[in-house]
């Protein structure tokens, strides 16, 4: 029931939105609400929640269509869980920003705001292949729109990119879905079994592979990234690309443990190639959100590395750095939208000494930016130190990447503060452009205390994802 | 006693959030005292918890508490759990007690500053960090505080953020401490892969036992001393220290002089059992600590900013004690560690005292003859530059002298290698540090001093925002942590002296047991040569004053000194300009016109192809006729074909 | 010596005529109505009879496919009375409706009585085709809408393009009906038998004769559905005819056409299986390839359309190459939202049309997503329909044909079919992005003309009916494929 | 039969569906191209009563003469649409239809 | 003897079946085609009377080439006859893929015809005296093929239909 309602809340909310005929200012209160209610029941479930139980909760089932075995079934293991409750939270700060910023069309764009949200959700709660290619395939309707419409000025060439790649990818995946289901005689992900299909699994991987984005698969990233308005930006790296996550822990590993064998050192390669490719990358962006998505591509790497380590550690470590980083990235985007807000730009050549006198704008950044960078002691430090130590056991040298990656993170991200707080102030920045009004610091501050709590107590995340699927080695979480 | 240590932990904690999120409905008066009164909070927690466990017997000195699990991956878990064992304490005692003077003295020193409030966060915070890494109850925890000192050494360094330098000086600093972070990660993922857990005493038990193979312990060990020599800027991950001057002196004072530079050698003592499963990286580190100690005195001799050459100096020093803890003279290490803390806040504070007064100059060529203007300035300094030089009775007499004496007690090619190095460090420090002391407060005062002498407020100064001088050289926050601090530099070496209390080496010897102990007469010879050879620096730096001449003349040597012997070039070369070009090709030449221009190629390449079927389509109606019938019979002969 | 008296007239089952019939006596009166009644009120009256005419031929056909459990072969198995036929008449009923609520806006002057009666004739006579069991009414019942269509796409004589239309898709359409006879009658020769099941109990299964016979026979049905490369009339016809009448053309001739091959193919050739299903499978191919990219390179959007039907035609095939009874299934189901999708989004396009008094492009459609946002959310349902996103029938419809190929073995089938998909969404999402992401074009002659869009509720209502079925059929798939499932079980698999 | 065998008749109607195809695809007045296609649908009716003698069922004759009636039909509406488009003053000639195309 | 007879008949009939069906497609003038076409007619129904089909050879002559041809020439008269050249415009490969696709099915359907010759086309079977004629033809008319019947007779309802209506003139048509 409550994960029901989870899915269809902002569902049927983006239709009310959509349809009522509201001013702006209602539109944007009426969104907010559904977006707000919608972390309430998130937190009534995860106070529900028996985290001790690897079992599935809340789930809700309903026969869809019976001849091919396909149900409608929903429903959370702890890992889901904290992906969903990753997506409301910054779902409600995206939808904020919206209404703070004024979108115009806001009838449209707080519906699709609100129908992401709830496709999403339903993508981390589906326990049916079929359910969970609705949903992945939903996203996309929304986002299209919300880049195309809302976007910068590169938009439609950014969104037709995004849409192009990400539907190559789950195209083949509903082949494989198909293939896989029917050969199983059903798109349970709970009753179906195991394949040995290495074609079945590279469909799903390179669907995968996209919506992370893998090395190869990543060229939507950047115009996708940074045309999009801030906030679906946010959304996108924070968590429509977590839906990977959720597909290879969920689908990937449970299902093929065959090709995920043969193939582990291949995507081993491609992450690590990945994470220092993308860090590299971040490096050199003149802005702030074209760092932010070639290090959202590098981090992605990382959980790709941590997924594929073949063990708890690695595994535990994705999923609390999947949170961690959605989280971090996510707050990224929306400062960047908030300073793009104020002065026209989030190019670093005309950014500069915004530090100065503009101490919430300066702390928020800085600790966002710490959070980036991974800084020891923050829940990203935790996340990426479990999926290291994790893929440790599968080669020194991916944990050796990832070591130098630390460094490069450490390079970009510092790059990134010092050009936009630091130095002389830059053109685009006028005495007069503020410091973050209390509205923004509602946006951002939340995400920042959320990860700022979870440094403090990672296990919160990292120790309660039981009911992921035991792998090849004898490590399970009990 | 735990109860002690945690609000040790804490209460820096505590102060650095009250001012973060009090923010501007806080006074800057109010930011500086709850930071001040923060740390000394957390002093008296760790004097509560140092008198408890000093009252213990030598064996029970050792506790942990643990508060919760911090981490768990997998059946990997990490607790967030403190140790309060001797070594711990003395770190906290000296963090939180020198720490708290020097908080005290930036009230004076940073009064009228832009962004006081912010600075004293950073403080907070970083005294915070420091403890965090001190009192970690497991690797994890430990480099958890290092990063975050890292962390806190990157924004103080980084305060004036609107000078280029300052911001450079601090992101350099930083990846240089991100560059030994990595290291020690790679080492732990080692150990996690060997033992499955980061917990001190599994580690150590895993290490002594011989559990671990040669090579696991070796390479461990290896990525522990790459994080210590980064943070201790011993060669080669020294270059960070000297820029990181660029942040204000208290800064350099608490971060780069007493407290977060000496954490490798906190961690060496602290993992000790890890580096004496591996030997050879721990003479490695002895090695290292002996070079940095003669480079490191060399540069200082051609430094003309009073800061630099004093943080020269602290690489030098620190490099003593690489050497002691290379050798497993641990107590010696700590010893020194202790004393340096003491009389190096002292100089820095008092070069503190002196830019302050001079409106912020830092080139000692503009200075001279202060010693009349700033009469205690003067004598707080020349305690600590006798200090530092080892001139007995005062503190670094009895540490370095100790660190030498076990060199030689180490004996062989290595021991008498570590002691030359060391005599000639002694000599070294003796020069440097005179020649510094000379030109700042000796001969004819300068015009920049005359401008300042008496209280008289320039006009720049004012507009720097400096306020009333309540006294003659600076304000009472200032003079007095800088005089506590002599007394302290004067008589500090004194605890190692038997008999006065439990002696400071069985202190830590409980925790670390020392590999080397030197012989009395051992003892007496190094003090001899060292204390000689100090002396022959002292005047050798006088007598070139006096002359008007430079230590080291003009020469190729000189310009390779003052090069810093091209470590910057060379890291420019190896690894900056290396990583900005591959970085800038794969933009280029593989980004942009692979990755995402073949998807327009892809793209055109089907529009192309679009356009061309759609031309096939040419509104003549035979063709379409044409196309129909002739496929019809392919396809009839097919099917007669295949039938 | 036969006198008349000694013939039996035949047993005439009416009720499985009915679904024909109802719109055929529609036609009758809408064809009297043109003489009779006022022209002030003709329109009304007409799309009036049309409807009801639709409407029960839907409900009989309702009925018959209730009361048709089991297969009965009339009149000498000159036609089939089961659950396959009785449920494409619903279809073709519904679609005709839709498309006579569309054709209401269209304000023509001429022939009003006589466009509805060749409307519900066209309607009629695919009722009839669909159960046609035999070679000679499977002609005539092709001929009887063909023509029917033929006349109205020329209706409109005062476009040239109307015209134009008409001519080529009377001679092509003529050629291919050519084609389909010479077909029959080798056919025939080779078994002596028109029936279907007769021809399928013929021995003379593998000759030469047979074969070509149906070669021909598949080309012309195939032409009919406008299978790539047999579809080359398509996007000219579909252009040049009145929107109301494209609508009704996309989606219902499809549909019957591809459930006749399906029906012709299973029940008279299941020898030939190896060889058809494979020539199928090709002419599916064909048919995603040259429709997706001619589709990509155009801006008219009925061209597009029209090209993106050839695709569609393409998935569908896939169905019937996969030829088991989930690929029946999934026919069926395929052709629900597809035809209400097509209508549906014709019917937007009638919209513009005649808001704008031109034709409808890309350029002309820019930003009017955001004045109309009825016309505009309902044509990006269409559009993600065809495209086969969730939360509209199409995904579900691609899901099953893809199923039914792989139960087939068809599994390169499937990858055909999902490149096609990849490719086809970018011009299917091109028009949503001129519709909403592209600022409102203010060029003069974009205005609408004489101020304020008509009001057009009929229109509406089609367009809404189009949504919800679009839309519905993602969400009630259990029963429709139900329907299908005992449709399918008709077929001899 | 009286004369020829069955194929013969079968190659008769087969070269005039040749032919008609021919016709279709080579001339350009519509006239012309309508007369074609009657050819193609006689050769139908050639090789349907053929058949219909081969096998002695007279459905084939039947079939023949209904391809007859729908042969009348297709001409009459064809013939309308040229008058239609001579009134409109469109030339005959299929050339010249290329309105819609691409 | 009297199948020599037949046989010559036939291949003259069979003869000028070709030649005027080459004939239609050859003319300039549609008139003269038009002409052939009836010539073509004829001579096919011959060739229905051989294959004892005179019903159907009845109806050829009276409803083919009686009414249809003469609704043609009607038009043509109407429209004066144009010239229309066959080898006259359009692009070449047109005009021979013309020949080489007619040749090409005709070629194919011969093939098939042989292949199936050597099977079963050889010998025909027996047939009554009453095959073909209109009687029988009547009769399954009215209950064999009775849906054919009437369909026949609806689908020349619409094509009548279809000719008044493209036939006439239009409001429309006045403004267009």
Redesign the interface.
């Known amino acids: 029931m409550l994960t029901n309602l989870l899915i269809f809340l902002p569902l049927i909310g983006a239709l009310v939105v959509w349809a009522a005929p509201l001013s702006r200012g209602e539109t944007a209160a009426l969104a907010v609400l559904v977006a707000l209610s919608e972390v309430a029941i998130w937190v009534v479930a995860l106070v529900g929640f028996d985290f001790g139980s690897a079992s599935l909760q809340d789930s809700a089932q309903r026969e869809w269509f019976g001849d091919l075995g396909v149900t409608y079934h929903v429903g959370f293991y702890g890992f889901s869980l904290w992906l969903a409750g990753l997506t409301v939270v910054l779902g409600a700060a995206a939808i904020g920003f919206g209404a703070w910023v004024g979108r115009d069309r806001a009838r449209a764009y707080f519906g699709l705001m609100l129908f992401l949200i709830g496709a999403v959700v339903g993508v981390f709660a589906s326990q049916d292949l079929l359910v969970f290619y609705v949903f992945f395939e939903a996203m996309l309707i929304p986002i299209y729109v919300l880049v195309g419409v809302w976007g910068g000025p590169n938009r439609i060439t950014a969104t037709v990119t995004f849409v192009i790649y990400t539907m190559v990818g789950s195209l083949l995946m509903l082949a494989s879905i198909v293939v896989f289901g029917l050969s199983q005689g059903t798109f349970s992900l709970i009753d179906s079994g195991t394949s040995g299909n290495e074609w079945v699994f590279l469909g799903f991987m390179i669907a995968f592979a996209v919506k992370a984005p893998l090395l190869p698969f990543h060229g939507w990233l950047r115009t996708a990234y940074t045309e999009a308005p801030p906030e679906v930006a946010a959304l996108l790296s924070g968590v429509v690309s977590k839906a990977a996550v959720f597909g290879l822990v969920w689908i990937v590993l449970p299902h093929f443990p065959g090709p995920v064998d043969s193939w582990r050192t291949v995507v081993l390669v491609l992450a690590a190639a990945g994470l220092v490719y993308g860090s590299l990358l971040a490096f050199r962006q003149p802005d702030i959100r074209g760092v932010v998505a070639y290090s959202s591509m590098g981090q992605m790497s990382l959980i790709v590395l941590g997924i594929f380590a073949a063990n708890d550690l690695g595994l535990d470590g994705a999923i609390l750095h999947s949170v961690s980083h959605g989280l971090v990235s996510a707050a990224m985007f929306l400062l960047a939208g908030m300073l793009i807000h104020r002065t026209g730009t989030d190019r670093f050549a005309d950014l500069g000494g915004l530090a100065k006198g503009r101490p919430a704008l300066a702390t928020v950044v800085m600790v966002v930016g710490m959070l980036t960078l991974a800084v020891p002691g923050s829940a990203n430090f935790a996340g990426e130190f479990a999926i290291l130590a994790g893929v440790f056991t599968q080669g020194w040298g991916y944990a050796a990447v990832g070591a130098v990656a630390i460094v490069l993170a450490a390079m970009y991200t510092l790059r990134l503060i010092s050009a936009v707080l630091h130095r002389a102030r830059g053109e685009a920045v006028r005495e007069e452009s503020r410091d973050l009004r209390l509205l923004e610091l509602a946006l951002v501050v939340p995400l920042v205390a959320i990860l700022l709590a979870l440094s403090v107590w990672p296990t919160a995340i990292s120790g309660h994802s039981p009911g992921l699927p035991t792998q090849g080695s004898s490590e399970a979480t009990p | 006693m735990i109860a002690g240590a945690w609000l040790c932990l804490l209460a820096p904690l505590a102060g650095a959030l009250l001012i973060t999120l009090a923010g501007t409905h806080l006074s800057r008066a109010a930011a500086g005292w709850i930071s001040t009164l923060s740390v000394f909070v957390g002093f008296a927690g760790a004097l509560v918890a140092f008198l408890q466990v000093a009252g213990e017997s030598a064996d029970e000195r050792s506790h942990t508490s643990t508060a919760y699990t911090w981490l768990a991956a997998g059946k990997f878990q990490v607790a967030m759990q403190i140790l309060v064992d001797p070594v711990s304490l003395t770190m906290m005692l000296i963090i939180t007690g020198v720490g708290g003077l020097i908080v005290w003295y930036s009230m004076g020193y940073m009064k009228g500053e832009d962004e006081e409030r912010r600075y004293f966060a950073y403080m907070a915070l970083f005294v915070f960090s420091m403890l965090m890494l001190v009192m970690g109850g497991n690797l994890l925890l430990l480099l958890v505080g290092w990063g975050l000192v890292g962390l806190a050494s990157y924004l103080l360094i980084g305060f004036y953020h609107d000078r280029p330098e300052a911001i450079a000086a601090a992101k350099k600093a930083f990846l240089m401490n991100a560059i030994g972070d990595a290291a020690m990660a790679l080492g732990f993922f080692l150990l996690i892969a060997k033992t499955g857990s980061l917990d001190f005493s599994t580690a150590f038990d895993a290490a002594s036992s011989g559990q671990l193979s040669p090579n696991t312990a070796n390479l461990v060990a290896l990525g522990l001393l790459g994080g210590a020599v980064a943070k201790s800027a011993q060669l080669p991950l020294h270059t960070w220290l000297p820029d990181a001057m660029e942040g204000p002196t208290p800064v350099s004072a608490l971060i780069h002089a007493a407290t977060m530079v000496t954490a490798g050698v906190y961690l060496i003592v602290r993992t000790h059992a890890i580096f004496e499963a591996a030997p050879n990286v721990q003479h490695l580190s002895a090695i290292i600590g002996g070079v940095t100690i003669v480079v490191a005195g060399l540069i200082a001799l051609v430094q003309w900013d009073i800061k630099r050459v004093i943080a020269y100096s602290t690489m030098s020093q620190i490099g003593y004690m690489f050497l002691a803890a290379g050798i497993g003279a641990y107590g010696y290490a700590m010893f020194h560690l202790l004393t340096h803390a003491f009389f190096k806040a002292l100089l820095f504070l008092a070069a503190g005292v002196i830019i302050h007064h001079l409106a912020g100059e830092q080139d000692v060529r503009k200075m001279g003859g202060l010693r009349k203007v700033m009469p205690y300035t003067h004598a707080v300094f020349l305690v600590g530059a006798l200090a530092l030089a080892g001139i007995p009775p005062l503190s670094g007499f009895w540490s370095k002298d100790g660190i030498i004496a076990s060199a030689l007690a180490e004996g062989g090619v290595l021991g008498y290698t570590l002691l030359v190095l060391g005599l000639l460090g002694g000599f070294l420090t003796g020069a440097y540090t005179f020649r510094l002391y000379y030109l700042v407060f000796h001969g004819e005062p300068s015009e920049l001093v005359l401008e300042h002498a008496g209280g008289h407020m320039h006009e720049a100064e004012r507009a720097h925002g400096h306020g009333e001088h309540a006294h003659g050289e600076g304000p009472l926050s200032m003079l007095a942590p800088v005089g506590v601090l002599a007394v302290l530099a004067a008589i500090g070496g004194l605890i190692v002296i038997p008999g006065l209390w439990e002696p400071f080496l069985t202190w830590i010897d409980g925790v670390a047991e020392p590999l080397v102990t030197a012989s009395v007469t051992q003892d007496y010879a190094t003090s001899a040569a060292a204390v000689a050879l100090a002396g022959i620096g002292i005047w050798l730096a006088r007598w070139a004053f006096v002359a008007g001449r430079e230590l080291v003349p003009a020469s190729a040597l000189r310009t390779v000194f003052e090069h810093k012997f091209y470590f910057d070039e060379i890291y420019d070369a190896l690894f900056s300009r290396p990583a900005q070009l591959v970085a800038n090709r794969l933009r280029d030449d593989v980004e942009v016109p692979v990755v995402q221009r073949s998807l327009g190629e892809i793209g055109t390449g089907v529009k192309e192809a679009a356009g061309g079927t759609a031309r096939l389509q040419s509104g003549l109606l035979r063709s379409y006729a044409l196309v129909i019938a002739g496929s019809v019979f392919v396809l009839m002969v097919v099917f007669v074909a295949v039938r | 010596m036969i006198v008349a008296s000694s013939i039996a007239t035949p047993h005439v089952d009416w009720l499985a005529l009915s679904p024909a019939l109802a719109p055929l006596a529609a036609a009758a009166i809408c064809l009297l109505g043109a003489v009779l009644v006022p022209s002030a009120v003709r329109r009304g009256f007409s799309v009036f009879v049309t409807a009801a005419g639709f409407i029960t031929s839907g409900v009989l056909a309702a009925v018959l496919f209730h009361r048709s459990p089991e297969v009965q072969h009339l009149i000498s198995d000159s036609m089939t009375r089961d659950r396959f036929a009785a449920l494409t008449q619903i279809l073709i009923a519904g679609f005709g409706l839709l498309a006579a609520l569309v054709s209401f806006g269209d304000r023509r002057r001429d022939h009003v009585g006589e466009y509805y009666a060749l409307l519900a004739a066209a309607g009629g006579g695919m009722a009839f085709f669909v159960s046609a069991s035999n070679l000679m009414t499977l002609f005539l019942g092709l001929e009887w809408f063909s023509i029917a269509l033929y006349i109205l796409v020329a209706l409109d004589t005062h476009r040239k393009e109307s015209l134009e239309a008409g001519l080529k898709y009377l001679i092509v359409g003529s050629f291919g009906s050519a084609i389909l006879l010479f077909g029959s009658a080798l056919t025939y020769g080779a078994t002596g038998e028109l029936g279907f099941s007769a021809i399928r109990d013929a021995t003379a299964a593998d000759s030469s004769l047979f074969v070509a016979g149906l070669a021909m026979i598949i080309a012309g049905l195939a032409f009919k559905a406008s299978a790539a490369p047999f579809h080359m009339w398509t996007p000219d016809v579909y252009e040049g005819a009145p929107t109301p009448v494209t609508a009704f053309m996309s989606a219902a001739t499809k549909a019957a056409a591809l459930v006749v091959t399906y029906r012709i193919l299973v029940t008279a050739f299941p020898e030939q299986a190896e060889i058809w299903s494979v020539a199928i499978a090709v002419l599916a191919v064909a048919s995603l390839v040259v429709g997706n990219l001619a589709a990509l390179a155009q801006k008219n959007i009925k061209r597009m359309l029209a090209y993106s039907s050839v695709s569609q035609a393409g998935f569908m095939l896939i169905a019937v190459a996969a030829n088991n009874q989930i690929g029946a299934k999934a026919l069926l189901f395929y052709l629900i939202p597809y035809g209400a999708a097509s209508i549906g989004a014709f019917a937007v396009i009638a919209a513009r049309e005649r808001e704008l008094g031109r034709e409808v492009t890309l350029t002309t459609l820019e930003g009017w997503g955001w004045e109309r946002p009825f016309h505009g959310a309902a044509m990006w349902v269409f559009m993600l329909g065809f495209a086969g996103f969730p939360f509209t029938g199409g995904m579900i419809g691609k899901f099953y044909v893809f199923s039914a190929a792989y139960e087939a073995g068809w599994w390169w089938l499937i990858v055909i079919g999902v490149i096609a998909t990849a490719v086809s969404i970018y011009y299917y999402l091109a028009v949503v992005r001129a519709m909403y992401m592209r600022p409102a074009s203010a060029r003069a002659d974009l205005i609408v003309a004489g101020g304020s869009p008509p009001s057009d509720p009929a229109l509406s209502v089609a367009i809404g009916a189009a949504v919800a079925v679009t839309v519905g059929t993602f969400f009630l798939v259990q029963p429709l494929i139900d329907l299908a499932g005992k449709a399918a079980d008709s077929l001899p698999f | 039969?009286?004369?020829?065998?069955?194929?013969?008749?079968?190659?008769?109607?087969?070269?005039?569906?040749?032919?008609?195809?021919?016709?279709?695809?080579?001339?350009?007045?519509?006239?012309?191209?309508?007369?074609?296609?009657?050819?193609?649908?006689?050769?139908?009716?050639?090789?349907?009563?053929?058949?219909?003698?081969?096998?002695?069922?007279?459905?084939?004759?039947?079939?023949?003469?209904?391809?007859?009636?729908?042969?009348?039909?297709?001409?009459?509406?064809?013939?309308?649409?040229?008058?239609?488009?001579?009134?409109?003053n469109?030339a005959?000639?299929?050339?010249t239809?290329?309105?819609?195309?691409? | 003897m009297g199948n020599v007879l037949v046989w010559i008949i036939w291949v003259v009939a069979a003869f000028a079946c070709v030649s005027t069906g080459i004939a239609v497609i050859s003319f300039t003038n549609p008139f003269y085609s038009a002409l052939a076409l009836i010539g073509n007619l004829a001579s096919l129904a011959v060739l229905f009377l051989l294959a004892s089909a005179e019903f159907v050879a009845a109806a050829q002559i009276l409803v083919y080439a009686g009414a249809v041809m003469v609704m043609f020439l009607f038009v043509i008269a109407y429209l004066g006859g144009r010239a229309d050249a066959p080898w006259a415009g359009g692009p070449r490969w047109l005009q021979l893929g013309a020949f080489v696709v007619g040749a090409a099915i005709l070629i194919e359907v011969i093939v098939a015809l042989a292949t199936k010759a050597s099977g079963g086309l050889s010998s025909d079977a027996e047939i009554s005296r009453s095959f073909g004629s209109p009687a029988e033809i009547g009769k399954l008319f009215l209950t064999d093929h009775l849906l054919a019947f009437e369909i026949t007779s609806i689908v020349l309802l619409v094509a009548a239909v279809g000719g008044v209506v493209l036939g006439m003139k239009t409001l429309a048509e006045d403004e267009a």
């Open positions: 039969m009286l004369g020829p065998s069955t194929t013969w008749y079968v190659a008769v109607a087969g070269v005039l569906f040749g032919i008609g195809t021919t016709g279709v695809i080579l001339r350009r007045s519509p006239l012309i191209v309508l007369l074609s296609l009657e050819i193609m649908l006689n050769a139908s009716n050639l090789a349907l009563v053929g058949f219909s003698r081969h096998f002695a069922s007279v459905d084939g004759q039947i079939f023949a003469i209904s391809v007859m009636a729908v042969a009348a039909a297709e001409v009459c509406v064809g013939l309308g649409l040229i008058v239609a488009f001579t009134r409109r469109m005959l000639d299929v050339d239809l290329t309105e819609l195309r691409g």
